[in-house]
T-cell receptor, first 114, second 113 residues
Framework: GAGVSQTPSNKVTEKGKYVELRCDPI?????LYWYRQSLGQGPEFLIYFQGTGAADDSGLPNDRFFAVRPEGSVSTLKIQRTERGDSAVYLC????????????FGQGTRLTVV | ELKVEQNPLFLSMQEGKNYTIYCNYS?????LYWYRQDPGKSLESLFV?????AVKQEGRLMASLDTKARLSTLHITAAVHDLSATYFCAVDSRGGSNYKLTFGKGTLLTVNP
């Protein structure tokens, strides 16, 4: 596709449930990022992939959050035992990787935990 | 820990007026981004500023970077309604790796007729 695609666009789940959020990066982009944007805040870094491996997962808030990118393209962000505080917009971005390359953001998945 | 502060957080202005949004950051960086976000939409990259003294202009928006003062500005000239959006600055804290951007809280700009 032409841009970064995220699905679903909206997800409502009950507290304690498990959710998966999907990101399709721009074709050929080796770097992929997940950010979380809470209401009224700027996006906050969660995790960065270069290829298949997580190069930096220091932004993941706790061990309920996990992300994979098994074939170096599509990535899935997984959240276990969701809590109401997990409600936010989860943004994915991709880039060609390497020094000084621009990241392009998807439209995000709005997660609401009730 | 890198901190990025934007001000003002809310800006209501009339069409035709000029104004400046400020972005201060706390540690050394020579790579700063400005993004625009419309409600329910993705982040749109406006400017990438790569060095001290960099100035970029696109239409009614002009961005500049002073790395010594750790300050970037986004100047709006003769505002029009279409510029209403939230504007974020973001700083790359890893010296060009482009993978760990720290964002400000955003400036919600409303341009009134």
């Amino acid at each position: 596709g032409a841009g970064v695609s995220q699905t679903p666009s909206n997800k409502v789940t009950e507290k304690g449930k498990y959710v998966e959020l999907r990101c399709d990066p721009i074709s050929g982009h080796t770097a992929l990022y997940w950010y979380r944007q809470s209401l009224g805040q700027g996006p906050e870094f969660l995790i960065y992939f270069q290829g298949t491996g997580a190069a930096d997962d220091s932004g993941l808030p706790n061990d309920r959050f996990f992300a994979v990118r098994p074939e170096g393209s599509v990535s899935t962000l997984k959240i276990q035992r969701t809590e109401r505080g997990d409600s936010a917009v989860y943004l994915c971005a991709s880039s060609l990787g390497g020094k000084n390359t621009e990241a392009f953001f998807g439209q995000g998945t709005r997660l609401t935990v009730v | 820990e890198l901190k990025v502060e934007q001000n003002p957080l809310f800006l209501s202005m009339q069409e035709g007026k000029n104004y400046t949004i400020y972005c201060n950051y706390s540690t050394t960086s020579d790579r700063l981004y400005w993004y625009r976000q419309d409600p329910g939409k993705s982040l749109e990259s406006l400017f990438v500023l790569l060095s001290n003294g960099a100035v970029k202009q696109e239409g009614r928006l002009m961005a500049s970077l002073d790395t010594k003062a750790r300050l970037s500005t986004l100047h709006i000239t003769a505002a029009v309604h279409d510029l209403s959006a939230t504007y974020f600055c973001a700083v790359d804290s890893r010296g060009g790796s482009n993978y760990k951007l720290t964002f400000g809280k955003g400036t919600l700009l409303t341009v009134n007729p």
